[in-house]
């Protein structure tokens, strides 16, 4: 393990989609900031994260908080001289919100995503029982450009409520700025 790597504020979503809550149909939308703390080893990425989210409208009423805390793994890989880069990730989150009625309520989510990008340098990534020569390891760091694709279920952790499926689509910079457009569906 090469150290402990803490990303603060720098880590920021926004993101907008749709609710389909039964007939009714609304818009939702919101800003997340959150800290995280990543493990390095390797080509692996793994970490925990922590945060604070608020939305605008949503199915919880307006400004809804939303505190939850994350937890992935990831690995990247790439060939030598080649100057992208894949990312398989599989997270859990874990979220406590603040319903319309002015209840809180748990939920519970996984899913898994896909991380395509590019790289500012050509590189071999260090692979596990390898006797390739490596240039140099690939981190998130080296990612200029990506393009992610996620997908996940979250489920309320009571009788009453409805679980949710997104799905949902992030263009921008690694520890940068992203900007995340997706669906969310309700279920019945």
């Not at 990008?117 to 690939?138: C, E, F, M, N, W």
Request: aromatic residues 10%.
């Amino acid at each position: 393990m090469r150290g402990i790597r803490l990303v603060a504020a720098c880590l920021l979503g926004l993101w907008v989609g749709s609710v389909n809550a039964g007939a009714a149909r609304a818009v939702s939308g919101g800003m997340n900031g959150w800290l995280s703390l990543v493990l390095p080893e390797g080509s692996w990425d793994e970490g925990v994260g922590v945060g604070l989210s608020y939305q605008l409208p949503s199915r919880w009423g307006p400004f809804a908080p939303a505190l939850w805390a994350q937890w992935w793994s990831s690995e990247a890989e790439a060939a030598h001289g080649d100057r992208h880069v894949s990312v398989w990730s599989f997270g859990v989150l874990g979220r406590y919100a603040l319903r319309v009625d002015g209840r809180f309520q748990p939920y519970l989510g996984l899913g898994p995503s896909l991380e395509l990008a590019r790289t500012q340098s050509t590189g071999l990534v260090k692979y596990p029982k390898s006797d390739i020569a490596v240039i140099r390891d690939i981190t998130h760091r080296d990612i200029d450009l990506g393009l992610q694709f996620l997908a996940g279920f979250e489920a309320p952790l009571s009788r009453n409520a409805r679980g949710m499926v997104e799905s949902a689509l992030a263009l921008g910079a690694i520890d940068a700025l992203q900007l995340r457009v997706g669906l969310v569906y309700a279920l019945r």
